[in-house]
């Protein structure tokens, strides 16, 4: 079984810049599922339902949150469409819209996708993400392994946290019982994939994408003008060039564990 799976996509560019290359990249790399970070999708923080069309009309299957769950009024309603393939972390507290994990059909299988986010230098005050994905673990088990819980073919957990050390605290912790865990957030990738002992596949961040001639994607003169001033300066997502970042998972038939996890660094000019 083979996935895709991309960071945060910036933006109306970062959109394009998928739809641009994904045709071809799925027929390469036979990939049975595409997934992508949707933190920064519409405008560059935040999630529309125009936005997140568009990314599902570019081929992708579904997307994962972030703590920019929240910041467009319109989001409200995209969560809350059973319809649309889009979750939020499964660990925001309190009762907010949507949903933060989802089986997904894919020909015969099932695959669990669980949208986490971390909570170190994080400005929100998140629930900890190591009991909510323990009592959710004991719900769902790879096949095999189900000790009175319901099997699934895979299970896939993004991420989206700042620190590396709290990503591969969890990825460890979660080691041998999940698919992958892949971190999202910080838009820079990490060279730091690998398989862990137990047989999940780990990388500290996917990376964006989103503008290359960026800071994180945002326009660099403002986010430069915000450090030399100290001052709340709004700005907007960069232009030019995309970088594509994700990696392509193997899993294996049997035990859903990873058999290989391959970066994917792309750079295009839509121009
Ligand atoms: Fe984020």
């Given at each position: 079984?083979?996935?895709?799976?991309?960071g945060?996509?910036?933006?109306?560019?970062?959109?394009?810049?998928?739809?641009?290359?994904?045709?071809?990249?799925?027929?390469?790399?036979?990939?049975?599922?595409?997934?992508?970070?949707?933190?920064?999708?519409?405008?560059?923080?935040?999630?529309?339902?125009?936005?997140?069309?568009?990314?599902?009309?570019?081929?992708?299957?579904?997307?994962?949150?972030?703590?920019?769950?929240?910041?467009?009024?319109e989001?409200?309603a995209?969560?809350?469409?059973?319809?649309?393939?889009?979750l939020?972390?499964?660990?925001?507290?309190?009762?907010?819209?949507?949903?933060?994990?989802?089986?997904?059909?894919?020909?015969?299988?099932?695959?669990?996708?669980?949208?986490?986010?971390?909570?170190?230098?994080?400005?929100?005050?998140?629930?900890?993400?190591?009991?909510?994905?323990?009592?959710?673990?004991?719900?769902?088990?790879l096949?095999?392994?189900?000790?009175?819980?319901?099997?699934?073919?895979?299970?896939?957990?993004?991420?989206?946290?700042?620190?590396?050390?709290?990503?591969?605290?969890?990825?460890?912790?979660?080691?041998?019982?999940?698919?992958?865990?892949?971190?999202?957030?910080?838009?820079?990738?990490?060279?730091?994939e690998?398989?862990?002992?137990?047989?999940?596949?780990?990388?500290?961040?996917?990376?964006?994408?989103?503008?290359?001639n960026?800071?994180?994607?945002?326009?660099?003169?403002?986010?430069?003008?915000?450090?030399?001033?100290?001052?709340?300066?709004?700005?907007?997502?960069?232009?030019?060039?995309?970088?594509?970042?994700?990696?392509?998972?193997t899993?294996d038939?049997?035990?859903?564990l990873?058999?290989?996890?391959?970066?994917?660094?792309?750079?295009?000019?839509?121009?």
């Open positions: 079984m083979k996935i895709l799976f991309f945060d996509i910036v933006g109306q560019l970062g959109r394009q810049a998928l739809a641009k290359i994904l045709p071809e990249l799925k027929k390469e790399t036979r990939s049975d599922l595409v997934i992508v970070n949707g933190d920064n999708v519409a405008h560059g923080q935040g999630l529309t339902q125009r936005a997140v069309q568009e990314v599902i009309s570019a081929g992708v299957d579904f997307l994962t949150g972030g703590d920019h769950a929240f910041v467009l009024k989001a409200i995209v969560l809350e469409a059973k319809t649309l393939p889009v939020r972390p499964y660990n925001w507290p309190g009762m907010v819209p949507g949903r933060g994990f989802e089986i997904i059909p894919c020909g015969a299988r099932r695959i669990l996708l669980v949208s986490l986010i971390g909570r170190v230098f994080m400005r929100q005050d998140f629930d900890d993400p190591f009991q909510k994905i323990s009592a959710l673990l004991e719900d769902y088990s096949k095999g392994q189900e000790q009175g819980s319901e099997a699934v073919d895979a299970i896939l957990i993004d991420f989206h946290a700042e620190a590396t050390s709290e990503k591969a605290a969890l990825a460890w912790f979660l080691d041998g019982k999940v698919s992958a865990v892949l971190g999202t957030h910080t838009h820079v990738p990490t060279a730091d690998k398989i862990l002992l137990g047989g999940s596949a780990f990388i500290s961040d996917l990376g964006m994408v989103g503008p290359v960026s800071v994180l994607g945002a326009e660099k003169e403002n986010v430069i003008k915000r450090f030399l001033t100290q001052r709340m300066i709004k700005n907007g997502v960069a232009t030019g060039a995309v970088e594509i970042n994700g990696i392509c998972l899993l038939e049997r035990s859903g990873a058999q290989n996890i391959e970066r994917i660094r792309k750079i295009i000019d839509l121009e």
